[in-house]
């Protein structure tokens, strides 16, 4: 996994030094996904699924490089609160059409399990998470644009008192932006 980390990033570098892929005259991208999940605990036999509603926001800082903060709490009845903090990094390409085609990775810390980005939490937990995917979003005109993507997270939770535990997380992701 690291060494496939270390690949994307520079990757992206070598990218950003040659790509232009930012939307003319925006900064700001703004949205929001439905999210299918399936994951599979370590040591089970089935994969279980799941729907849910990520938000997310991002800043173009250099060319097709953004910054896409990721915050996701969840409350449930009778639980305490979840949250994971996550900041991934993503790399817009450049094409000549209105398709953007786009990787993204990112590094992320909690109190809980994000499944198709709901966190389930307790008092008890410590997540680390890591985030890898790409996609593309299809431009609708300069101000908008439609979000197609897969993300790999691979989640390890500690617990206080029964050691750790790790998850393994795919997601398919489709949304909306909005480009400011």
Do not use: C
Request: net charge neutral.
């Amino acid at each position: 996994m690291k060494k496939a980390l270390l690949v994307l990033t520079v990757t992206l570098f070598f990218f950003t030094l040659t790509l232009s892929a930012q939307p003319a005259g925006k900064k700001w991208e703004a949205g929001f996904s439905f999210s299918f999940s399936s994951y599979k605990w370590s040591g089970a036999t089935e994969s279980d699924t799941l729907l849910n509603i990520p938000i997310r926001a991002g800043y173009y800082i250099w060319r097709g490089l953004e910054i896409e903060p990721e915050l996701m709490l969840t409350k449930f009845e009778g639980s305490d609160a979840g949250y994971i903090l996550s900041a991934n990094l993503a790399y817009n390409f450049k094409t000549s059409g209105s398709l953007m085609p786009f990787v993204l990775a990112g590094f992320g810390f909690g109190n809980g399990m994000p499944l198709a980005n709901i966190v389930e939490g307790d008092s008890d937990i410590n997540a680390t998470v890591i985030n890898a995917g790409a996609g593309v979003k299809y431009l609708i005109g300069n101000s908008a644009a439609l979000r197609f993507e897969y993300r790999y997270t691979h989640d390890r939770l500690k617990f206080d008192v029964e050691g750790t535990e790790k998850v393994n997380i795919h997601q398919l992701l489709a949304g909306v932006s909005v480009l400011f």
